[in-house]
């Protein structure tokens, strides 16, 4: 397994090269880090099921490098779709759309519908549009974590996550600290009205303005159609608690104007919501880096990205409950 450090043109065409070939690649988005296959090898993509330690099943997002690359993976694209993407991509959302023959139930785990995402992210990019000139059709990629783990926005994270369980011909590229820090907002496309199904960075109130959007009732707690719903995710080893002062020996998370009472380790103090999602995951894994037991994380307030805050911080704090279940 190869750390790639500085991402030259040299490295890209390797990389690639080597997802055709049927190796796994971890490379940086601008939401978390991705841990890559080519999306029509089934082999290579059951690779990912065991790096990750993910039940087989759960759909997996394919990323392709500009809308062009749509309508090979999915067919009866609404209107409203596409207004999205053109708006939106490259960026962090991700459609959910009808599929076409291309995508096999390896992929959408035998549902009939696709996620597809154009990342906004230069070495992805980069190692996307190479992959497509080499004749590859997209790259599958959830988050490069182990299942249930928290997703990893530095090279170094990524390593500590699957480092361990890549093979020689695998890879990691690096980019550097990933901009938005969480993952896609995802959007149901399949029926009338599209539907937020995970919220991020494309807020609710981003997508109403440009066509009508619904947000999925049970939006904290469903556990159907998308893994990133289950309560078990998003967690680090150290138990999550909300809303409540941090005790000494305990870490802190919460937003730069809030002090930290005497005793407390501060694990993040961002000045604003953006940077909130920025540090939260790198600070959730400097407290298990720490060994701490407990992390206290105060909400950030407001609609748009701290709702999708909120999301991710919920299921992060539910992972004792749902493992005693
Ligand atoms: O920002 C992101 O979306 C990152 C980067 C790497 O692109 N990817 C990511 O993938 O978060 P993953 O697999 O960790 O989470 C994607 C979620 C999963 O909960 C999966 O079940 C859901 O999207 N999903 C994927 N395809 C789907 C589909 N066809 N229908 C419903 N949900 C789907
Ligand atoms: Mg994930």
């Known amino acids: 397994m190869e750390i790639i450090a500085n991402v030259t043109e040299g490295v890209i065409k390797k990389a690639a090269k080597a997802l ?14 991705g841990l890559g296959a080519d999306a029509t090898n089934e082999k290579a993509v059951s690779r990912i099921y065991t790096v990750k330690g993910r039940p087989t099943g759960h759909p997996l997002i394919v990323h392709i490098s500009s809308i062009k690359q749509l309508d090979k993976w999915a067919i009866d694209i609404p209107d409203y779709a596409i207004k999205l993407a053109n708006e939106f991509w490259p960026g ?7 599929r076409s023959e291309l995508a096999k139930d390896f992929i959408t785990g035998g549902q009939d519908n696709i996620g597809l995402r154009v990342p906004n992210q230069p070495v992805a990019f980069a190692l996307l549009s190479e992959f497509e000139s080499l004749g590859g059709l997209g790259v599958a990629a959830p988050s490069a974590n182990r299942f249930g783990a928290v997703s990893p926005t530095t090279r170094l994270a990524v390593h500590e996550e699957i480092g361990s369980y890549l093979g020689s011909e695998d890879s990691i590229l690096n980019g550097g600290n990933c901009d938005v820090g969480i993952e896609s907002t995802i959007i149901d496309c399949t029926t009338n009205i599209p539907t937020i199904l995970r919220p991020g960075a494309i807020t609710f109130e981003m997508i109403k303005k440009l066509v009508k959007i619904k947000v999925d009732s049970n939006f904290f707690f469903t556990t159907i159609k998308s893994s990133g719903l289950l309560t078990s995710h998003y967690s680090p080893k150290a138990l999550v608690t909300l809303n409540i002062p941090s005790e000494p020996g305990e870490g802190l ?10 005793g407390s380790i501060r694990l993040a103090s961002p000045k604003s919501i953006e940077e ?8 959730l894994r400097n407290g ?3 060994n701490l037991a407990e992390i206290k994380v105060i909400f950030p307030v407001g609609a748009g990205l701290a709702e999708a805050i909120r999301d991710r911080l919920i299921k992060s704090s539910s992972k004792k409950a ?4």
């Open 253 to 262: 998370i919460a937003m730069a104007s809030i002090p930290t009472p005497e």
């Open 20 to 33: 055709k070939d049927g190796h796994l690649v971890a490379f940086p988005t601008e939401t978390v880090y």
């Open 322 to 325: 749902s493992e005693s279940e």
């Open 288 to 290: 298990d880096r720490r």
């Open 276 to 283: 909130f999602a920025q540090d939260l995951y790198e600070a």
């Open 92 to 98: 962090p959302m991700t459609l959910i759309l009808k």
